[in-house]
């Protein structure tokens, strides 16, 4: 029989699906690309903000269609699942399975029960228990689908931040960490199969270790990463301003294939609005923080993430808002508007913003940052950088690659002349940036 799969969401959940590609091919089953050409559709589901309820509603609507074809059997997976299980069953009864994340270590078991026997079993466990982990060998079974040259490495499930805009803690419980000598034999499979980069991920990553040996480990789990032969480029994604150390900096500082890249989602900088996240800094400490990583990486790249529109945001908080992005200069931002999830303490705070209002905001603080984006790429221009070359241009024109300083699917991309002979594809080169636009970079090899 044939799978075929559609993943929403983040990268975490992309991993989830990894793995259950992996689960079928395990079993012999065909991998299809084509939807209308499978008998079996998977759909791993996002259900943190509106917008992603939406698609993802949408994108289970539109795979139904399929069943009128050639498609047997629809699952739904995801947070969604988890989030609103009883409601989908109730709305969507084109769906043959719906597997909650709870339900993940037995997730083969469910899925043979639907194939083989016919037979679905509503799953019993309690909400807000901890969601266990994918076993050890469902990870080195899984199928990358990110390409020949990197792949996303979780550490970790969950979080325990509790911020109080964020369904997070509800939909996948307390943060879990993965067992340090786990990740590091799944990092080596991963260098096994091609993988040169690797991408640290969690939902917060300087969580990892407290839970599991006391103390933050992620400067050590960084450590033996960037010592295995193969590994190239090493980075990690979404540290809490809180919990970036003295010696997490000193790291990325001296290590030459730890990525110079900061992604720190600080979402606001107005004191009373952080307070009201329930965030565990200050404007104060983030701004020395910011000072402090500048000051001791000189090539740094930092990107943030913001929430316009929170409860009770003013107008002059926001103004503020706008004069620390100005102030700051990041690299790479990225902006959301508040989205009231029910069941989170800030859907029941009072001075809710107005749907015009959180626009309005967004695109303001979109504006400003496109023209510090391209200011700061212009800096750019005339200096050598170390490319990834990972496809080439529809015209054969350019060969298309991203920096040490730029994250798949999310930054920009750097477009090299293709004036060789050579087949650069899956190669580092060096290349001289000559052009930027808003957010890429045109460059030339270097000679």
């Not at 194939?115 to 799953?123: A, D, H, N």
């Not at 792949?151 to 939909?171: Q, V």
């Not at 290590?255 to 996240?277: E, G, T, V």
Request: hydrophobic letters at 35%; one cysteine or more; charged letters at 30%.
């Amino acid at each position: 029989m044939k799978v075929g799969f559609v993943s929403l969401g983040c990268s975490k959940n992309l991993i989830d699906t990894e793995i259950a590609i992996g689960m079928f091919k395990k079993h012999k089953y065909i991998i299809e690309n084509k939807p209308e050409e499978a008998d079996i559709i998977v759909i791993n589901t996002c259900g943190f903000i509106d917008s992603a309820k939406e698609e993802a509603i949408n994108t289970i609507l539109e795979m139904a269609e399929y069943k009128k074809r050639k498609c047997k059997y629809l699952i739904v997976m995801g947070c969604l699942v988890e989030r609103y299980y009883t409601e989908l069953v109730k709305a969507l009864p084109e769906v043959d399975l719906f597997i909650k994340l709870e339900e993940y270590d037995k997730l083969w078991e469910k899925i043979e029960d639907l194939i083989k026997r016919g037979i679905v079993v509503k799953p019993k466990l309690k909400k807000n228990e901890i969601k266990p982990i994918p076993e050890h060998k469902d990870f080195l079974n899984r199928v990358i689908t990110t390409g020949k040259d990197y792949a996303y490495l979780k550490i970790g499930e969950g979080c325990s931040n509790r911020c109080t805009y964020c369904a997070i803690p509800s939909i996948r419980g307390p943060f879990v960490s993965r067992k340090k000598e786990e990740i590091l034999e799944e990092a080596n499979m991963l260098v096994k199969q091609g993988i040169t980069e690797i991408i640290v991920i969690a939902q917060d990553t300087t969580k990892y270790g407290i839970d599991i040996y006391g103390e933050p480990k992620l400067v050590e789990l960084l450590e033996d990463l960037s010592n295995i032969e193969g590994i190239k480029w090493v980075r990690f994604l979404y540290s809490y301003p809180e919990g970036i150390t003295e010696e997490l900096i000193k790291l990325v500082a001296n290590n030459d294939k730890i990525a110079k890249y900061f992604d720190i989602p600080i979402q606001h900088i107005s004191n009373r609005i952080l307070k009201r996240m329930n965030r565990k800094t200050t404007k104060e400490e983030i701004q020395e923080l910011l000072k402090n990583i500048r000051k001791q990486i000189q090539s740094v790249v930092l990107r943030t993430s913001l929430i316009v529109g929170f409860p009770g945001e003013t107008k002059e908080q926001f103004e503020e808002l706008k004069q620390f992005i100005q102030d700051a200069q990041f690299d790479k931002l990225g902006t959301f508007m508040y989205s009231k999830e029910e069941g989170t303490p800030a859907a029941r705070l009072p001075e809710q913003i107005h749907g015009n209002t959180k626009k309005s905001r967004y695109n303001q603080i979109m504006k400003l940052q496109q023209n510090i984006s391209k200011q700061n790429l212009e800096k750019r221009i005339g200096k050598n950088y170390e490319v990834l070359v990972e496809d080439i241009s529809f015209d054969g024109k350019y060969y298309v690659g991203r920096t040490m300083q730029d994250v798949p699917e999310i930054d920009g991309l750097v477009y090299i002349e293709n004036k060789t002979q050579k087949n650069l594809l899956h190669t580092y080169v060096k290349a001289k940036i000559v052009e930027v636009n808003d957010y890429d970079m045109i460059a030339t090899l270097e000679k």
